[in-house]
């Protein structure tokens, strides 16, 4: 592929072949020397139009740590706030011969339309509500390397799926991978034709967690709801907010996930959160360093196979 723009288009052999590849990363990012020499001579700028902190951080390091040249591009001072528009932004910077272009969007989308007017290498940090195939990347290694496997287990996605590309990107991910997915959210936070992902549904905490391997809870975003329906979060804690006590429901060794930021006390209870024998949030983000690393890896070994410009 020449780009990583969603996980729609990646066949199950290629997502265990960049696991493999993320899993030796994983091994590099825990020595004391975690340099690789992939990216060298490259040159990456991250273009984020949205906050973040674990992805934003995570491609950063995994850039340098494989030495590329990276930059990450200031958005909110950049000539974008005197109306320059997405594309010339790109443009301007395509200009400038970057390798990789990561980018993070707040409408579903225009990642893909930025990676049909550039040269290079175009990575998609999360557009819209659309997909965030770097999460479910990092969600399936933690998954793997913590049950042995990447298939038949019953994944329980638990909130806000609605307005969640992570959401999205993990169910075409864990579907292809043949794994039983259980989407639980309140019939408004649920969006419409779901089941058609081969995906089973419930409004019930109860029945969503029962005998689940993995319980993955999102963050209710509220950014996203447009001033419509705004759950009151004490309820929402109440019905759908993950503590000790539901998830007793799920299989005794469950691993609880969240691909952060998390809100204590809304979606999930802090202490658990916390509780190293059943959450692995902190793990996830570990994994976050080694997929980015690798799915770069994956995209220079692309882009060194082609003639460049000037070469030609
Ligand atoms: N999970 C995730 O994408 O986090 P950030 O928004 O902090 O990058």
Partial sequence: HRHLLGIEPLRPDEIETLLDLADRYVTLGRQRDKHAHALAGLTQINMFFETSTRTQASFELAGKRMGADVMSMAMQASSIKKGETLIDTAMTLNAMHPDLLVVRHPNSGAVDLLSQKVNCAVINAGDGRHEHPTQALLDALTIRRRKGRLHRLTVAICGDIAHSRVARSNILLLHKMENRVRLVAPPTLL??????????????MEEGLKDADVVMMLRLQKERMDGGFIPSEREYYHRYGLDAEKL?????????????????????????????????????????????????????????????????
């Fill in 248 to 312: 007793r429901h799920a299989k005794e060794d469950a691993i609880v996930m969240h691909p952060g930021p998390m809100n204590r006390g809304v979606e999930i209870d802090g202490t658990l959160a916390d509780d190293i024998n059943r959450s692995v949030i902190q793990e996830q983000v570990e994994m976050g360093v080694a997929v980015r690393m690798a799915a770069m890896d994956l995209l220079a070994r692309n882009l060194r196979a082609r003639p460049t410009e000037l070469s030609a």
């Fill in 191 to 204: 969006p419409a034709g779901i089941e058609e992902f081969g995906v089973e549904v419930t409004h019930d």
